[in-house]
């Protein structure tokens, strides 16, 4: 093992599942395995003990296994099914490598984002349906720099208008999708983009943009989709994940392809993201009182007469043209008992409204810290928290603990014994 970056060992992994009694006589699906460089690079999937399937794989860009397990094979005869009956689903798996777009190991080391693509699941027949067998049915120039295909799939009671849009250098295109027929429809995933280059590519990401020859980019719109560049060959998609019911349509979104000056493609992309951004460029001056204070006393923030005192004193700097856009009271604010809806009654005996309209009066924004993750600092002796023993370790890696304990200092809480933090994916995280 070498950082968790590259592994050359085994891994096992086994789960019981159970088999309705009417999927007995029907083809049995099982999809395991990952679509990038996440994933292991070998499954051999086991069922009652007895090997149905080996897979083998590398590259950025992957496609997950599917082991099809038929009527008639001494395998499937001995398969239990109904209510109660257990079967015994074991994988092993071999070696990974984590390398991509040509980052070093250390760079690599401190990598935060590493998405997890992956399916795994079983399905009682075929799982999905891959739709392309569409036929043109129509077209509609809407104006010089747009125009809508109509397409009809000769197979599935499924429509599409398919729409192509120029935007200066950018091509826009997008789809929507009409279930024609009378039963709902699960619309996984969308294929917007499939075509090959003979010129160099990055590989992409979620949410990072194909880079073509240093003269444009590729890619969903929306960073809640898929940029694969592999070998010379470009493709997009978006997973939209909705039900369809009858007559009903969704959009999907859009794939762009936008050409720029010779060696430009990254500025350029940056420039097109800027340029349509909701939250313009700009500097933001928050003014933050903490510190000013005791740190660890019973009012660390301030307290209501303090922020006034202190708020004189940023009327003073506006007065000079030096202004903040933002005024945040930091840690100590709140009150370490309910669940983060009410003002230290300590340090805000009536409430921060005095506070709030002085801020806004000079000109501020009036906001508020929250810690994310860590319980002690934000709700310490609020009771569900203190009860919960599910925890993020300061070790990064969970375990289990068992009730908080009060600990102070001068006299106030600090921590309370949760030196862990909450886990941002479980409960009681949101809960609270």
Excluded at 115 to 137: A, G, H, M, T
Excluded at 369 to 392: C, E, H, I, K
Excluded at 401 to 408: E, L, Q, S
């Amino acid at each position: 093992m070498q950082g968790g970056i590259t592994y050359s060992g085994y891994g096992w992994f086994r789960r019981w599942f159970e088999l309705p009694d009417d999927a007995r006589g029907e083809d049995l699906v099982f999809v395991l395995g990952g679509y990038d460089h996440q994933d292991w690079n070998e499954y051999r999937i086991y069922v009652n003990g007895a090997e149905i399937g080996r897979r083998v794989s590398s590259g950025r860009w992957r496609t997950p296994g599917q082991f099809v397990l038929a009527p008639g094979s001494p395998v499937y005869a001995a398969l239990r099914f109904g209510s109660g009956e257990k079967n015994l689903l074991a994988v092993r798996t071999r070696g990974y490598n984590k390398h991509f777009g040509g980052l070093s190991e250390e760079v690599l080391k401190h990598y935060v984002f590493e998405p997890v693509l992956v399916d795994q699941f079983i399905s009682v027949r075929k799982p999905y349906l891959r739709l392309s067998d569409f036929e043109v049915n129509g077209l509609q120039q809407v104006h010089d720099d747009k125009v809508i295909f109509e397409l009809r799939s000769p197979s599935q009671p499924v429509s599409v208008s398919l729409h192509y849009e120029l935007d200066g250098p950018t091509r826009r295109k997008w789809v929507e999708v009409t279930n024609r027929s009378a039963n709902d429809l699960l619309l996984l995933d969308v294929q917007l983009d499939n075509f090959g280059l003979h010129v160099p590519i990055s590989e992409g990401g979620p949410g990072e943009p194909i880079f073509i020859g240093g003269e444009a980019f590729c890619s969903i719109e929306h960073p809640a989709g898929i940029n694969q560049g592999d070998r010379g060959r470009v493709r997009t998609m978006h997973f939209p994940g909705r039900t369809l019911h009858a007559n009903s349509s969704t959009q999907s979104f859009i794939s762009l392809v936008s050409m720029a000056q010779t060696g430009q493609a990254l500025e350029h992309f940056v420039s097109y993201i800027q340029e349509r951004s909701p939250r313009k460029r700009k500097a933001i001056s928050i003014y933050d009182p903490f510190g000013i204070n005791n740190q660890w006393g019973g009012c660390p923030t301030l307290s209501d007469v303090e922020m006034l005192d202190g708020l004189e004193v940023l009327n003073k700097w506006r007065q000079k043209g030096f202004c903040f856009d933002y005024y945040v009271p930091d840690w100590g604010w709140t009150d370490h008992t309910p669940d983060l809806k009410k003002f230290a009654s300590t340090c805000f005996p009536h409430g921060p409204d005095e506070v709030v309209k002085r801020v806004e009066a000079l000109g501020m924004k009036f906001g508020l810290w929250f810690a994310v993750s860590n319980l002690a600092t934000s709700d310490g002796t609020y009771p569900a928290g203190l009860q919960s023993s599910m925890v993020l370790s300061s070790r990064s890696e969970r375990e289990t603990i068992g009730p908080a304990v009060g600990a102070y200092r001068n006299g106030y809480p600090v921590a309370f014994g949760m030196g862990p933090q909450l886990c941002v994916a479980s409960e009681p995280y949101f809960s609270l």
